[in-house]
């Protein structure tokens, strides 16, 4: 599988975890209430929205989806995933090496203490998988303390299942 390729296939899993995600979180009317599931959720989404604008050379909106409310918040991610695919699908391969500017690297660095080294738009584009799928698994950890039965969501699941379509509420 190319690299193209396998980007197309880890994105269709994120899109279908992240709507079963969301699917039980609005099954839920603890878990829509619930302070911390909410800001997770909107974290994930807000980051997967500041590459997306970094990919396209636009400013990144620190604030976009803030105080939306879950249903709202839902829709705003379900949208993020036409938009991925377009860059993943349209981007040149030679412009996958391509440097890409982090705009919060400086203040990763001083956290850190060492100045990050530079990274292309094909790692940015595993670091969104890996960054959602992370968090994703906190919000599950969440639902399961609030008495819900989180959906497994899996990449190896999701490929036994023959790569469904997200399916979202």
């Known amino acids: 599988m190319n690299t193209r390729a396998l980007f197309a296939d880890l994105y269709s899993h994120m899109e279908w975890a992240d709507a079963a ?11 829509q209430g619930d302070e911390s599931t909410c800001a997770r959720l909107h974290h994930i989404h807000l980051v997967q929205r500041a590459f997306l604008s970094i990919w396209r050379a636009e400013p990144v ?15 705003w991610a379900r949208s993020y995933y036409p938009l991925a695919r ?8 030679e412009a996958l090496d391509r440097v890409v500017h982090v705009p919060w690297t400086k203040q990763v660095s001083e956290r850190l203490g060492f ?6 738009l094909a790692e940015t584009v595993v670091q969104v998988y890996t960054h959602t799928g992370h968090h994703r698994g906190q919000v599950i950890s969440r ?18 299942q023959r790569r469904p379509a997200a399916r979202w509420p």
Request: cysteine-free; charged content about 20%.
């Open 115 to 120: 100045e990050p080294a530079p990274t292309t």
């Open 86 to 93: 377009a860059i993943l699908t349209e981007v040149p391969d």
């Open 143 to 160: 639902l399961r303390e609030l008495g819900s039965a989180p959906p497994l969501v899996d990449y190896i699941a999701w490929l036994w």
């Open 61 to 75: 909106d620190r604030t976009a989806g803030d105080g939306l409310a879950p249903r709202d918040l839902a829709a």
């Open 21 to 31: 995600v969301w699917s039980a979180v609005l099954a839920s009317e603890t878990a």
